[in-house]
C-alpha cells in the first residue's frame, strides 16, 4: 500500500458490488483460469447489448483495444491519424507502435473534444500538402463527454475516412440516444482500475460489423490460422482478456446503470455547491443531445475571477487536505514525444490545461466526502 493516508479522497476507485465473486469463482470451479472460457463469452454479450451494437472483442486492454483497431482499419507505416490533441496519451502511443504519424486537433470549447472545424480543415490540408488523405479518424471522449458526433460523422462522410472512437472514459455516455462507440467503424472501451467500471483492467473493441470484432479476437490470440498444428499467416498478439478478468467485469455490469447515477450525482451536487462562486465553471452537456456518464466532474478556475487563486493553488490545498484532485490531460501536442508530428491548433485545449482539474468523482465517495471536497475548494477561493 502507498504511504499516503489512508482517507485520501481519490479521483476515481475501483467499485466493487459483490457480484464479481461468484463470476470469478465459477471460472475457478471450471478450471477456465484462461483467456478464454464463458465469462469471455458472456461478458462480450453484455457489452454488446448494452451498447446496442452487433460485436465485441473483450482484451486485455483498452491500449491494446486502440492498437488493433488500427491494425484492423489498415492502417501502415507513413499513413497519417488524425487524433484528438486532448487527451490521455494511450490514445496516440499506437499509432506511434505502427509507425504511423499522429496529426493532432485542438478542442472546441464547448465539449472539449475534436473541434470539426479544425478537423475538416487538417483534412484539406493533409491532402493538399501530403497528396494522401489520412488513413483515420481518432476521435476521443474525454472524461465521458461525447463529442460532436453529428459534425464528426459530417466529414467523415464527406472525405470518405472512418472514424475510431475512443470510448475510453464514456462507457454508458450517449449522444443522440446513441452510445460513444457505435457512431465510428469501431469503439473502444476501458475497464482500467479508474474508470467508471473495471476488469482491473481490460479493454473491449464494439463494431456494427461483426467480421472486424472478429478479427480482433484473431489477432489477440496470436493469430492462428484455422489448422490442427500451429501455423500462422499474420503477426499476432497476446492481447485477449483472462475470464478471470472477464467475471469481475460480468459482476461490474450488473451495477453499471447504478454507478452511472452516482457519478452523475456527484456532478449535479458540484455543480450546485458552486454556482454562486465566480470564476469556477464545469464541463457541461450544451444540449439535450448530449448525455456524460460524468466519469470525472471537471472544472476550469479563472485566477481573474478567484482573486488569484489558480487551479495549482487548489491542487496543492486540496492535497494538503487529503484530497486527490489532477490537472487536465496535457495535451499531446505538447507533449515532449509528439513535437515533431503536425497538429492543427486553436488553443482551447492548452487553456484547457493551464485551468482545469479533475475532482474526486468515483461512485464510492460518500456524501460526507464530497462535500468535504467542495467546502474546502471553496474556502481556498474565499480566503484569499
Ligand atoms: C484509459 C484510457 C485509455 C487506455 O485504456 P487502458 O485500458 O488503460 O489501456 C485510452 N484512452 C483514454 C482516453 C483513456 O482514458
Request: overall charge neutral; proline content about 5%; aromatic content about 8%.
Amino acid at each position: 500500500m502507498s504511504t499516503e493516508s489512508p482517507e485520501m479522497i481519490r479521483l476515481s476507485s475501483p467499485h466493487m458490488s459483490g457480484r464479481e465473486m461468484k463470476y470469478v469463482v465459477d471460472a475457478m470451479e471450471r478450471n477456465q483460469v484462461f483467456p478464454l472460457g464463458q465469462n469471455v463469452t458472456d461478458f462480450e454479450e453484455a457489452l454488446r447489448t448494452y451498447s446496442g451494437t452487433a460485436a465485441c472483442s473483450c482484451l486485455s486492454s483498452g491500449t491494446a483495444a486502440i492498437h488493433l483497431a488500427l491494425i484492423i482499419l489498415g492502417v501502415q507505416p507513413g499513413d497519417e491519424v488524425l487524433c484528438s490533441t486532448f487527451t490521455f496519451v494511450a490514445s496516440a502511443n499506437p499509432i506511434i507502435y505502427l509507425q504511423a504519424r499522429p496529426v493532432f486537433i485542438d478542442s472546441e470549447p464547448s465539449t472539449w473534444n475534436m473541434d470539426p472545424n479544425l478537423l475538416r480543415q487538417a483534412i484539406k490540408e493533409r491532402i493538399r500538402k501530403t497528396g494522401k488523405k489520412p488513413k483515420l479518424i481518432l476521435v476521443v471522449h474525454l472524461y465521458g463527454m461525447p463529442a460532436d458526433m453529428e459534425g464528426i460523422m459530417a466529414i467523415s462522410k464527406e472525405f470518405d475516412i472512418p472514424v475510431l472512437e475512443d470510448a475510453a472514459e464514456a462507457l454508458g455516455s450517449t449522444y443522440d440516444g446513441h452510445h460513444c462507440g457505435t457512431y465510428g467503424i469501431m469503439g473502444v472501451y476501458s475497464f482500467n482500475g479508474n474508470k467508471i467500471i473495471t476488469t482491473s483492467g481490460g479493454g473491449a473493441l464494439i463494431s456494427s460489423n461483426e467480421t472486424l470484432c472478429r478479427q480482433a479476437t484473431f489477432l489477440s490470440t496470436q493469430a492462428r490460422d484455422p489448422a490442427p498444428h500451429y501455423q500462422h499467416s499474420q503477426i499476432g498478439y497476446n492481447y485477449r482478456m483472462s475470464n478471470i478478468c472477464a467475471g469481475i467485469g460480468l459482476g461490474q455490469m450488473e451495477v453499471l446503470t447504478d454507478r452511472i447515477t452516482k457519478r452523475r450525482e456527484h456532478n449535479t451536487f458540484y455543480r450546485n455547491a458552486f454556482k454562486q462562486t465566480e470564476g469556477i465553471t464545469l464541463l457541461t452537456e450544451t444540449s439535450q443531445r448530449y448525455h456524460s456518464n460524468y466519469w470525472l466532474t471537471t472544472i476550469l478556475i479563472n485566477p481573474a475571477e478567484t482573486g488569484g487563486v489558480t487551479h495549482e493553488d487548489i491542487r496543492l490545498k486540496l492535497n494538503q487536505y487529503h484530497i486527490e484532485t489532477r490537472p487536465l490531460w496535457k495535451p499531446m501536442h505538447l507533449q515532449p514525444i509528439f513535437t515533431p508530428y503536425p497538429s492543427y491548433i486553436s488553443g482551447v485545449s492548452e487553456t484547457l490545461f493551464n485551468k482545469g482539474l479533475c475532482l474526486p468523482s468515483g461512485s464510492l465517495m460518500t456524501e460526507t466526502e464530497r462535500q468535504k471536497v467542495a467546502d474546502t475548494l471553496l474556502n481556498t477561493i474565499n480566503r484569499s
